[in-house]
């Protein structure tokens, strides 16, 4: 492969609303922990987020219907929070 081809985009961080709408799409160039980290910062930091997943950068889609690699929500971060 040539450095003038497209590649992967990385990782695809999307946070979502309580009715399943994508609020937010960033991508990683990081790896599944740091996409994780960036993850918990955006459902700290998005209001109307209730959860985020964690998808494969395959290319331009606008909904991420497969399943994601990881999924954090606002109960997760609730539970961190206790312990």
């Known amino acids: 492969m ?3 081809e497209p590649t992967s985009s990385g990782l695809i961080v999307i946070a979502r609303d309580a009715a399943g709408q994508i609020v937010t799409r960033i991508t990683s160039h990081r790896d599944l922990v740091g996409a994780m ?6 459902l700290k930091l998005k209001l109307d987020a209730v959860r985020v997943e964690v998808h494969h950068g395959e290319g331009p889609t606008l909904e991420y219907c497969g ?3 990881a999924i954090v ?3 997760d971060l609730l539970i961190e929070q206790t312990r």
């Open 37 to 42: 980290h960036t993850a918990r910062c955006v």
């Open 73 to 75: 929500s606002q109960e």
């Open 2 to 4: 040539s450095s003038s």
């Open 67 to 69: 399943k994601p690699l």
